[in-house]
């Protein structure tokens, strides 16, 4: 097996080839956006309003003559962060829940398991609508949101993992030279029950994506004048006609970065051997 660790032999598949060199250039065009921006993604200039693709503006302009590429790149900055943060914490909750469920069981499993499966009955948009109600718009409230529906999706997950993990022979071996509750369970079952997640996490991504760019839609994620994919498409949806590329663009980004981050994960799938790494012993 090469000695290049999975991400970056997925990169050799075609597909997986292409679809990386889309991410890595979206992810850099938001983080270097304040450097390689050329104006400042507030910056109106209402006599340019509604103004098509240009050598000035290579995308054209919104309805105050903001550069539409500039905001593209500061709402990838948004989307991508916001996206990526929540599924974090959705995973880190999500994993500490399902394995301690899994380990202890009796009712606290069943207790976590079903408040899980109730959430777990419910659309992702429903129970992050109802959270960013409570919690208020905003990027914070859309990262909490966007967390908790997803964090029924890790807990299953994680305790099946470990439901099968724990009665391998590489956990009793280590229970029988004195290892603690605590020590197997950092040590031996959640490193080997992390792949499986970590793909389940990067798919995740892409909805959590979509999930943002509809709250983002809909006035209730990052608020004006921070630019957002979705709320960038919201303002477009009403000049669809007068001036289509405020809403054509930010909307390709948001499918071509989804469509991107599902095409690694494939590729991601075809090279982890998650079965090797479920059986290996820590």
């Not at 390689?36 to 003559?65: M, N, R, V």
């Amino acid at each position: 097996m090469s000695a290049w660790p999975a991400p970056l032999r997925a990169l050799r598949w075609p597909v997986g080839g292409i679809a990386g060199a889309w991410l890595i250039v979206i992810v850099a065009a938001a983080l270097f956006a304040p450097l390689i921006s050329p104006y400042a993604y507030d910056a109106q200039a209402l006599k340019e309003a509604y103004g098509s693709a240009s050598a000035a503006h290579w995308l054209g302009t919104d309805e105050f003559g903001r550069d539409l590429l500039t905001r593209l790149m500061y709402g990838a900055r948004t989307s991508l962060s916001v996206s990526a943060i929540a599924i974090s914490l959705s995973v880190a909750c999500g994993m500490v829940l399902g394995a301690a469920a899994a380990w202890f069981g009796g009712p606290f499993d069943r207790t976590v398991m079903v408040v899980v499966d109730l959430t777990w009955s419910f659309p992702e948009i429903l129970i992050a609508l109802i959270l960013v109600a409570i919690i208020g718009p905003g990027t914070t409230g859309t990262m909490i949101a966007i967390a908790v529906a997803y964090l029924a999706q890790f807990t299953r997950l994680t305790r099946a993992q470990i439901m099968t993990l724990k009665g391998e022979t590489f956990i009793e071996a280590a229970r029988s030279l004195g290892a603690g509750n605590t020590h197997i369970l950092l040590r031996h079952l959640l490193p080997n029950a992390f792949a499986p997640v970590l793909v389940a996490a990067m798919l995740a991504t892409g909805d959590a994506i979509i999930l943002e760019a509809t709250l983002g839609f809909f006035g209730l994620g990052a608020q004006p004048p921070v630019p957002s994919w979705g709320g960038m498409m919201s303002a477009g949806s009403a000049l669809v006609f007068k001036a289509p590329w405020i809403i054509v663009f930010p909307g390709l980004a948001v499918a071509a970065t989804v469509l991107a981050i599902n095409l690694y994960g494939d590729a991601l799938i075809a090279e982890l051997d998650i079965r090797s790494k479920l059986r290996g012993a820590g």
